[in-house]
C-alpha cells in the first residue's frame, strides 16, 4: 500500500528566510506522480508543485522547489524568501493508479507552516 | 483557467434533511472527485467519477451518493447524516485517462463546510 509521510506536524520560519519541509513515501511502483499542496486557513487546497518520478530534474516554481531522491523515496520542499502568505497547512501527496482510468492521491498528515514577521 | 466551481459556501442541516452539494467544472477535465475533510487532518477520498464511471471507497457510507449527470458536473446527496458528518467537502477534478504529467494534476474547489445539527 502506498503511504506518504510527513514528519513534521509544525514548522516556522522568519520572513525572507528559508525552510524545507519533509516528506517520504512509500510505494512498489516505478512511475508516479508527487505533489505539494498548501491549505491556508481559508481551506481552499492550492497546488504548489508537481513532480514527474521519471524525471530527474527537480521541479521549480517561483521560490518553491523541490528535492527528489527517488531511490530514498523523498520528496522535500524548500521555500525561499519566504512571505507571511506562505503560512499555511502544506501535505505532500502521491499519485497512483486506482480502478479504471483515474489516479487517485494518497495524502500526508499535513504540516503546519508559520510565517513569523 | 484551472477553476471548479462547488456551491454552497456553507450548509447547515438537520438529521432528517435531504440536501445536495454541486461540483462544476468547465475544464474538460474526465475525472472527479469528492472528498471529505476533518479540521487539521488531510482529504479522505469518497468518491471517484472517470468517464463516468463511479468508483467508490468502501468505507464511505449510504447516506452519502453521488451522482455525475455529465462529464461537468458531479453532485453530492446527503440523507440522514448524523453530527459526525460535520466537515469540509472538497471537489476535485483532473484531466484523466492516466494522462502523462498535467493530465495526473487535481485541481480543487473552495469547498463545502456542512454543518449537521
Known amino acids: 500500500a502506498q503511504t506518504v509521510t510527513q514528519s513534521q506536524p509544525e514548522m516556522s520560519v522568519q520572513e525572507a528566510e528559508t525552510v524545507t519541509l519533509s516528506c517520504t513515501y512509500d510505494?512498489?511502483?516505478?512511475?508516479?506522480?508527487l505533489f505539494w499542496y498548501k491549505q491556508p486557513p481559508s481551506r481552499q487546497m492550492i497546488l504548489v508543485i508537481r513532480?514527474?518520478?521519471?524525471?530527474?530534474q527537480n521541479a521549480t516554481e517561483n521560490r518553491f522547489s523541490v528535492n527528489f531522491q527517488k531511490a530514498a523515496k523523498s520528496f522535500s520542499l524548500k521555500i525561499s524568501d519566504s512571505q507571511l502568505g506562505d503560512a499555511a497547512m502544506y501535505f505532500c501527496?502521491?499519485?497512483?493508479?486506482?480502478?479504471?482510468?483515474?489516479?487517485?492521491?494518497?495524502f500526508g498528515s499535513g504540516t503546519q507552516l508559520t510565517v513569523l514577521p | 483557467d484551472t477553476e471548479v466551481t462547488q456551491t454552497p459556501k456553507h450548509l447547515v442541516m438537520g438529521m432528517t434533511n435531504k440536501k445536495s452539494l454541486k461540483c462544476e467544472q468547465h475544464?474538460?477535465?474526465?475525472?472527479m472527485y469528492w472528498y471529505k475533510q476533518k479540521a487539521k487532518k488531510p482529504p479522505e477520498l469518497m468518491f471517484v467519477y472517470s468517464y463516468e464511471k463511479l468508483s467508490i471507497n468502501e468505507s464511505v457510507p449510504s447516506r452519502f451518493s453521488p451522482e455525475c449527470p455529465n462529464s461537468s458536473l458531479l453532485n453530492l446527496h446527503l440523507h440522514a447524516l448524523q453530527p459526525e458528518d460535520s466537515a469540509l467537502y472538497l471537489c476535485a477534478s483532473s484531466q484523466g485517462g492516466g494522462l502523462a504529467g498535467e493530465g495526473e494534476t487535481q485541481y480543487f474547489g473552495p469547498g463545502t463546510r456542512l454543518l449537521v445539527l
Open positions: 475544464m474538460g477535465h474526465r475525472a
Open positions: 513532480q514527474e518520478a521519471y524525471k530527474q
Open positions: 501527496a502521491y499519485s497512483w493508479i486506482s480502478s479504471g482510468s483515474a489516479r487517485q492521491l494518497t
Open positions: 510505494t512498489s511502483e516505478s512511475d508516479y506522480y
